[in-house]
């Protein structure tokens, strides 16, 4: 894949995530690992992640902005994040953030995340952008709060995942929650 850069990072950029990088995304979403942290409970076949694709919207101010998570060194597809259900009226949108887990913990996520929502925030002009976790997905919830989100609500027992009921965390942010996060430190800094 070439070198496109659309947000640049410390250790990574972000790049519209392209039709070649759908074999990578079936595989993370269909591995039990990841599955089971994610609000997606049944089988992603190659015809299913194409019609995803093929759905998603193209040209004027979109609803959702799909972005790959590359390793700036390599130029590794390491994994996706993006802003679903844009509202441009009350500007807010909800954001996610998939990666292979060979990638997990390692910082890569709080860094997808503070680029997406510098962007969110600082060329978008959004005044808000919310995420949910499972509840036993600590480490999700720790890569938000890094990013300044904080937790706005639970809804109980809405995921049922290995044979039990978890509850949903509802996260949200503001750019001025943002601005003062750990993350806007780490990475803002000259």
């Known amino acids: 894949m070439d070198s496109i850069q659309f947000l640049r990072g410390h250790q990574l950029d972000l790049r519209p995530l392209e039709e070649a990088d759908l074999p990578r995304c079936q595989r993370w979403i269909n591995d039990p690992e ?17 019609a995803w694709w093929e759905g998603q919207p193209r040209g004027g101010a979109p609803h959702t902005i799909n972005l790959a998570i590359v390793l700036k060194d390599s130029g590794e597809h390491i994994g996706n994040t993006g802003l679903m259900g844009i509202n441009w009226i009350d500007r807010r949108g909800t954001s996610g953030t998939i990666l292979d887990p ?9 860094e997808a995340k503070w680029l997406l929502l510098k962007y969110a925030f600082l060329e978008l002009g959004l005044r808000r952008v919310e995420s949910v976790v499972i509840a036993f ?10 990013n300044g989100f904080t937790q706005e609500g639970l809804r109980p027992q809405a995921f049922f995942r290995e044979g039990a009921f978890h509850d949903e965390q509802l996260f949200g942010v503001t750019p001025e929650a943002f601005k003062a996060s750990r993350a806007w430190a780490r990475y803002e800094a000259p």
Request: charged share 30%; hydrophobic share 40%.
């Open 102 to 110: 060979a990638h997990w913990r390692r910082g890569y996520a709080t």
């Open 34 to 50: 990841v599955r089971r942290t994610t609000t997606l409970a049944f089988p992603m076949d190659a015809r299913a992640e194409r």
């Open 137 to 146: 997905n600590e480490a999700s919830a720790r890569h938000l709060k890094a």
